[in-house]
């Protein structure tokens, strides 16, 4: 599978905020600088602000920091989210020092709220409103210059004796303090001998103010007599005010739009309750979720957000998932059910013992897999990286030569100099750097509030190229809740026996047919206790029940075991199998004991999404392990080809069905639940879990739907693919700008105030085609 990670043992995953960045330009510098020290791999997100650097346990936090300020920048360590694969005696600290892993569990229980996701204090979010706030004020100070600046230069009749001079005052602020945040930023990288889109702006700027100041100075009687045209001055004060004042409006809604872009993960990771009634000594006690530990009992109202992930031990209630899985119908739980952290209990009374708490619950790994797939880089941001490198240098010599090339053919100063202003102001590659980790950032974001996780960049690539999607069936196009249909007892069984021998056999096993079996045989009496359980996916399962042994299982498993099978027991399992069961063998002491049949129910949704699947341009198939008359039947029900059944598949052989159509040329998805999906799931050229089942599963897959629904898997190629054709269009439509725009500004066809004032609307056109996607599935029925 195209996107799988996987981390050495000496490594760990450090995340920065990073302070200053302003354009692709200086996302190529920090990575490129982060990147020559030995062992360190950096993607550094431009909306987000941040850096996720894979770093040699020899390389401390420090020592990051240090190098991102010696390109120009801020950076602080907001927390490292992977652990480390193999934790010495005494792990390293930023600082160097040896934190004792209580110490470690310490600090991350301070920087963990009360969702259970490791945060950082006054990071990112805080920065950016700050951020914002200095942008509006400098922008309604430069308006308020820029204004009467505006007027006086352009407008004759608005025109007075020496206007020259009050425009030269009236600019000065604007020049200097509203435009700060450019001439900063340029003046850090040059510093550094490097240049970004502020360099071409603090340029633009600076150029066309200190050539009018030169001109008013060299003729203070320029502007003595009134209503002046534009052709009779050769000042430029108003196009240094309007490019600044257009720029930092950009700035700002481009800044405010990105804290909106955002605002899908924040509200997923504020989901998580803040309290738990926790039962100490049979005592209702009220602490913060974030001090519930694992075996802790704690009650759920009717109302209240269940604290953290458990299983039901007492109680009967529906809960509301939406929030996190994204579907509408509240889920049914009683005992032995599981429940998810921050869903909602809406009727009954539930007492809940929690299983997983803080960065281990289902909402904290939604939040870093979300968080993860936002910070990472899809390939087509890497040539967006690689151009802006470049871009800025380039930009320069251009805007050089063409003010020589006119000045040179038509000797004529002012014209030279507009068209060289109007190059640096209508080249700055901010939309380019945006184009594609904004549209990522909002359509992963979306995601999560649909209940579908996107695990990196390179799942909507691989999205867009499958034309085969393989499903399994038991959870995935049935309702996976298997029950006992009937019995078919061997000669000297019955039916009471046989239940009691394999729901205690099964006891051990987490598959659904042992879970149906097992609430089938406790229906009727007590279960023995088994011992010497052993289990083989796909095949069955053999226990002891006293000095018995009892094996429950396929064909195969049976003659495994030594279990003898006449044509009798043959024609047996064939007259259930042809009657659409799922029908276990069960097996005494090497005696065939009879069949137990199940049946699953078709989930009411699995049909339309088949059809939507087929409208895609996908084609659907049908992969399970269990027998193919039961499997023709399923496919029949939803609408799959028969040809296109595999039936009676075991879990190896299902990876092999995967590889068996990758090498006909066909581009696979997969989509299962169970651990015998896993090999499956991680072949497939895109692996799609189903939130409902095991975390091996999930870590195994490029797509995470949390819910059970497959029209949910539908909707997640959906997004994936307009994601990718939002991001697209963004790149498209900044580098067509760009490179369009950069002749007709060196061929004097576009005034520099027009270039500033199209530049920083193609920043904030890009962002909000990305914000588009917040939308997404909300007309949906």
């Not at 005696?591 to 895609?616: H, M, P, R, W, Y």
Request: with cysteine.
């Amino acid at each position: 599978m195209s996107n799988q990670t996987s981390f050495p043992t000496n490594q760990r995953i450090v995340n920065l905020d990073i302070q200053g960045m302003t354009c692709a330009s200086c996302v190529s510098r920090v990575e490129r600088k982060l990147g020559k020290i030995e062992g360190v791999e950096a993607m550094v997100n431009l909306p987000l602000e941040t850096a996720r650097v894979t770093v040699p346990e020899s390389v401390s936090n420090e020592q990051l920091i240090s190098t991102v300020a010696a390109a120009g920048y801020k950076a602080k360590v907001k927390a490292d989210v992977h652990a480390r694969v193999s934790v010495p005696e005494a792990a390293t600290s930023g600082s160097g020092t040896a934190q004792s892993p209580s110490d470690e569990a310490e600090v991350e229980r301070k920087q963990t709220h009360d969702d259970g996701v490791v945060h950082t204090p006054n990071g990112s979010a805080g920065a950016k409103k700050n951020e914002g706030a200095d942008l509006k004020r400098r922008f309604i100070g430069a308006a308020i210059f820029t204004v009467p600046l505006f007027v006086i230069s352009m407008i004759p009749l608005a025109q007075f004796p020496h206007w020259g001079w009050v425009a030269l005052a009236l600019s000065t602020p604007v020049v200097f303090w509203s435009a700060w945040p450019f001439h900063r930023a340029a003046a850090i990288n040059a510093r550094h001998f490097a240049s970004t889109m502020d360099t071409l702006v603090s340029i633009g700027v600076l150029a066309a103010y200190f050539f009018s100041l030169w001109q008013l100075v060299v003729d203070p009687m320029m502007t003595a007599h009134m209503g002046m045209a534009m052709s009779d001055h050769k000042l430029y004060f108003e196009t240094a005010g309007v490019v600044a004042t257009f720029l930092l409006l950009g700035r700002f809604l481009e800044t405010r739009a990105k804290a909106k872009a955002g605002d899908a993960l924040s509200t997923l990771l504020d989901l998580g309750a803040k309290e738990a009634s926790v039962l100490r000594d049979g005592v209702e006690t009220k602490i913060a979720a974030a001090e519930l530990v694992p075996g802790d009992e704690f009650v759920v109202r009717p109302g209240e957000k269940i604290a953290t992930d458990g299983f039901v031990i007492d109680g009967h209630s529906a809960v509301d998932t939406a929030l996190v899985t994204g579907e509408s119908v509240p889920v049914e739980v009683g005992p032995d059910d599981t429940v998810i952290g921050a869903t909602i209990n809406t009727s009954g009374r539930l007492l809940v013992r929690a299983t997983r708490v803080g960065s281990d619950t289902t909402l904290a790994q939604m939040g870093r897999l979300v968080s993860d797939a936002q910070t990472g880089k899809a390939p087509i941001a890497r040539l967006a990286d690689r151009i802006s490198a470049v871009f800025v240098p380039i930009v320069l010599g251009i805007a050089l030569l063409t003010f020589v090339l006119w000045l040179t053919i038509s000797a004529d100063l002012n014209a030279a100099f507009a068209a060289s202003v109007a190059v640096l102001v209508i080249a700055c590659p901010c939309a380019l750097g945006l184009a594609t980790p904004i549209g990522l950032l909002v359509g992963t974001g979306r995601g999560a509030q649909l209940g579908i996780l996107i695990r990196g960049p390179q799942v909507l690539e691989d999205t867009r190229k499958i034309d085969t999607v393989l499903l399994d069936k038991t959870g995935t196009i049935t309702e996976g809740n298997l029950a006992v249909t009937s019995t078919t007892p061997a000669w000297g069984f019955d039916t009471p026996t046989l239940l009691a021998l394999a729901g205690a056999a099964e006891s051990g096993s987490e598959h659904p047919i042992a879970h149906a079996i097992v609430e089938a045989a406790r229906a009727n009496a007590t279960l023995s206790e088994a011992s010497d359980f052993t289990s083989a996916p796909g095949g069955g399962v053999r226990a002891r029940i006293g000095t018995q042994t009892v094996v429950a299982g396929r064909v195969s498993w049976m003659r495994e075991n030594d279990v003898a099978l006449t044509q009798e027991h043959h024609r047996m399992l064939a007259s259930a199998q042809q009657e659409g069961a799922t029908s276990i063998m069960i097996g005494l002491d090497g005696t065939f004991a009879g069949l137990i049949n199940l049946s699953d129910t078709v989930k009411t949704t699995s049909a339309t999404a088949i059809t939507q699947l087929k409208e895609l341009g996908l084609r659907p198939v049908l992969l399970t392990g269990d027998n193919a008359s039961v499997a023709a039947q399923v496919a029949a029900a939803v609408g799959i080809d028969t040809a296109d059944v595999f039936a009676d598949v075991l879990p190896e052989a299902k990876a092999q069905a995967v590889r068996k159509l990758q090498e006909e040329g066909r581009v696979v998805a997969m989509v299962g639940d169970g651990v015998n999906d896993a090999p499956a799931l991680a072949q497939a050229d895109l692996g799609i879990a189903m939130g409902s089942g095991t975390d091996v599963a999930i870590e195994a897959a490029d797509l995470t739907i949390m819910g059970n629904d497959l029209s949910q898997v539908v909707q997640s190629i959906e997004l994936s693919r307009k994601t990718l054709g939002t991001i697209k269009m963004n790149f498209f439509w900044a580098f067509l700008y760009n490179t369009a725009g950069i002749p007709i500004a060196a061929l004097g066809l576009l005034n520099p105030m027009i270039a500033g004032a199209a530049m920083a609307a193609s920043s904030v056109l890009v962002v909000a085609n990305s914000l588009r996607l917040r939308s997404f599935g909300k007309t949906r029925s």
